[in-house]
């Protein structure tokens, strides 16, 4: 049953009425712990409230493998900041608790129940269904969660960076983040499964391994809940303090797929059509908006991230927003740049072999230097059907690895870096 207002006046009604859901007044309110801000601050009132109206409050931990609180207790307070130190301190934690079964049956729903049924997109104020390969809700993510489970061979050889970023459909990793985020599969369930399937057989380890992917989820909710002002560069201690440019102009060409970079914007056309992009593509266009290419803030990337991905998850992107900008203790070196024209099986694991045997595809990843005779053949000429390539990557990049070194010795920033930015940038 969905109760829809502002939590503290539609809960705040129930915990002292019982309406409109039941006869009498509760005594009992139980609900699944959150870590994110939002979610600290919307609890904090409704125990108050339940306080106010004798009400008791249970909450439990269920969209972790541990309990946040507990586990960073068990860390004396600090979230780890590499798999490694994850992977000690699960050792040092024991296995999580398994997944209740499902119960056999349930209480009937109060009469009247019906008006508060799920509502639809459009009573939420969607005008359609999302364009996606994606369906919703508990069914679907139970099915792809069961059928991941049963590709013993896929689990036992995965290794995150040898998944291909241009593989999507099917994509090459298990697409069940947004099951995950929405708490439609459980963690715990999907870590017992993981165990199940390896146990008794040779397989890929942490930090690649999925388990090593469940882990690095962990770390963001532990990040998320012990490092201050996470989710900003003012304030937080793991952020490093970084004089990031602001150009709408720019972020709006990256956010929609028309930086000239057929690399960065089919993985930014992929995320707006379908809200979902592989793992090292998020590398790349992160890693573009910032030190990378445009110099503009990951706050600004996350925030677009938060709008279009499916999976949107407030500890997993700031977490590897953090990185991928090069601002935190758990980024790698700010200096190892992704290049925007990647190369068959570069970093970014473009392996497209189509590509790699059709000679005429040979220009995909960077079309400006196909000759005007090929550009018209293939009914792209560059600058009118295609936006030219927004920046000199080589000019931009030297430039802004020059700004982040200058940020952090702390010496002034002069000028002369945005007039280098500036030209740079040729359309
Ligand atoms: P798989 O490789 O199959 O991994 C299984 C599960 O492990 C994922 O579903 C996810 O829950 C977890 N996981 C995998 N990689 C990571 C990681 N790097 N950090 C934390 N958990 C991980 N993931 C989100 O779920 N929500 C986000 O908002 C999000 N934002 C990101 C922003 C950036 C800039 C980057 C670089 C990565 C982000 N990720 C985010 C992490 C990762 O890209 C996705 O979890 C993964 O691509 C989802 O696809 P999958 O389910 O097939 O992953």
């Known amino acids: 049953m969905v109760l829809r207002g502002k939590p503290e006046e539609v809960i ?41 109206n004798h009400v008791e409050v249970r909450t439990f931990s269920g969209h972790t493998l541990w309990d946040v609180e507990q586990a960073l207790a068990k860390n004396k307070g600090k979230a780890p900041t590499t798999n490694n130190a994850m992977q000690t301190l699960a050792k040092a934690l024991g296995e999580p608790a398994k997944p209740l079964a499902i119960p056999s049956k349930l209480p009937p729903l109060p009469p009247g129940a019906k008006a508060y049924d799920v509502p639809t997109l459009k009573q939420m104020g969607y005008a359609g269904s999302v364009q996606g390969y994606l369906s919703g809700g508990e069914t679907a993510g139970a099915a792809r969660m069961a059928t991941m489970l049963k590709k013993t061979s896929f ?46 057989a040779s397989h890929s380890k942490p930090p690649e391994s999925l388990l090593g992917q469940i ?20 304030g937080n201690p793991s952020c490093k303090q970084i004089p990031w440019a602001k150009n709408p102009k720019m972020l709006a060409a990256w956010e929609h797929g028309r930086t000239g970079f057929p690399y960065i914007d089919a993985a930014m056309r992929q995320l707006n059509r379908v809200g979902w ?10 890693c573009f908006l910032t030190r990378g290419d445009l110099w503009l803030s990951w706050e600004q ?6 709008k279009l991905l499916l999976d949107a998850d407030w500890a997993l992107n700031n977490m590897n ?13 700010f200096f190892r740049v992704y290049h925007p024209v990647p190369k068959m099986d570069s970093a970014l694991n473009v392996k497209d072999p189509e590509a790699a045997r059709e000679r005429k595809r040979q220009y995909i990843y960077a079309p400006w230097t196909a000759p005007m005779e090929v550009q018209k053949t293939a009914g792209c000429i560059i600058g009118k059907d295609y936006p030219k ?14 700004r982040f070194k200058r940020a952090l010795s702390k010496a002034p920033s002069t000028g002369a870096d945005c007039d280098t930015h500036g030209k740079a940038l040729r359309s």
Request: charged share 25%; proline share 8%; glycine share 6%.
């Open 12 to 52: 705040g009604k129930l915990l002292k009425t019982g309406k409109p859901l039941l006869s009498a007044k509760p005594t009992l309110i139980l609900w699944e712990k959150d870590t994110e801000p939002y979610a600290l601050k919307r609890d904090a009132a409704i125990i108050k409230l339940a306080k106010q």
């Open 155 to 200: 689990i036992r050889t995965f290794k995150k960076p040898q998944t291909r970023s241009t593989a999507y459909d099917p994509p090459d990793t298990t697409m069940l983040s947004p099951y995950f985020k929405f708490g439609c599969v459980s963690i715990r369930e999907f870590y017992w499964g993981l165990k199940k399937v390896c146990s008794g």
């Open 215 to 234: 882990y690095f989820r962990e770390m963001a909710y532990l990040m998320g809940a012990s490092i201050p002002n996470f989710d900003q560069q003012a």
């Open 277 to 286: 992009m592989h793992h090292l593509a998020r590398h790349a266009v992160a």
């Open 301 to 306: 990337g996350r925030d677009v991230f938060d």
């Open 321 to 333: 927003w953090l990185a991928l900008a090069g601002v935190a203790p758990w980024s790698p070196p």
């Open 389 to 402: 390539p927004m920046v000199d990557h080589d000019e931009v990049c030297k430039a802004n690895l020059l």
